[in-house]
């Protein structure tokens, strides 16, 4: 079985069987005990938007949970995909072209922001498959 990710959250809102949670991200560095040393502890609080599988109120503790699989595959489609587009259009228009090295830079940029368009036109799509669930603590 898949491994989950967990974070504690409380519920700001609930519709149906659907909630809006606050949690509170944390970076490994807010755990360690030399982060006031440091200054690298970090901790941002997030909204987003859970699948209830038990009945909760409003102001209750939850734990919100998502695949280890499917973060991986977010970092894949976010960071990697788009870094992989970007080197095969400067490598392509580089090698076959004669253009400046700031019409292939803005071309590959370019390409990216299309890449980054494909997703937000299929984002329904992809949160049906990135889907948080969550269970009262």
Not at 10 to 21: D, E, F, P, R, T
Not at 75 to 98: E, G, K, N, R, S
Request: aromatic content about 8%.
């Amino acid at each position: 079985m898949d491994e989950m990710i967990r974070h504690e959250g409380v519920v700001l809102s609930i519709n149906g069987n659907k909630a809006h949670v606050e949690i509170v991200q944390t970076s490994a560095c807010s755990a360690c005990k030399a982060r006031s040393m440091c200054m690298s502890s970090e901790s941002q609080q997030k909204e987003m938007d859970v699948i209830l599988l038990e009945p909760v109120q409003v102001g209750d503790k939850v734990e919100v949970e998502v695949r280890e699989r499917l973060a991986w595959k977010a970092v894949l489609l976010a960071y990697i995909l788009p870094f992989i587009v970007m080197l095969a259009i400067i490598a392509i228009l580089d090698f076959t072209t004669q253009w400046s090295e700031a019409v292939v830079g803005t071309l590959s940029l370019c390409g990216i922001a299309l890449y980054y368009i494909g997703l937000s036109v299929f984002k329904h799509r992809l949160q049906t498959q990135f889907s948080f669930t969550a269970r009262k603590l």
